[in-house]
Nanobody
Framework: QVQVVESGGGLVQAGGSLRLSCAASGSIFSLNAMGWYRQAPGKQRKWVATITSGGYTSYVDSVKGRFTISRDNAKNTVYLQMNTLKPEDTAVYYC????????WGQGTQVTVSS
């Protein structure tokens, strides 16, 4: 069994920064890609960023240049550094860990005020 726990969400003014963390624990034998999705109120969950086991990163166009995904393999943790936040970044952010199959966290709320 694998547990995935996000942290770091909160309320921030437009232009501010937040850093999300996501730690995986449990029976992890092979940790592959790690990523972030977000779901705004009344909308579908959408992909934000991914980092592969080799460190290759990819981002949705709307966050390129503002968000940075990184990982610490020793800690089974993935991070999302979010800078120059905009009100449209407001959403519940979910972490997904691929370790044989996909494991999702419970989500952390990010609210950006204008």
């Amino acid at each position: 069994q694998v547990q995935v726990v996000e942290s770091g969400g909160g309320l921030v003014q437009a232009g501010g920064s937040l850093r999300l963390s996501c730690a995986a624990s449990g029976s992890i034998f092979s940790l592959n890609a790690m990523g972030w999705y977000r779901q705004a109120p009344g909308k579908q969950r959408k992909w934000v960023a991914t980092i592969t086991s080799g460190g290759y990163t990819s981002y949705v166009d709307s966050v390129k240049g503002r968000f940075t995904i990184s990982r610490d393999n020793a800690k089974n943790t993935v991070y999302l550094q979010m800078n120059t936040l905009k009100p449209e970044d407001t959403a519940v952010y979910y972490c997904v860990i691929t370790a044989g199959k996909d494991y999702w966290g419970q989500g952390t709320q990010v609210t950006v005020s204008s």
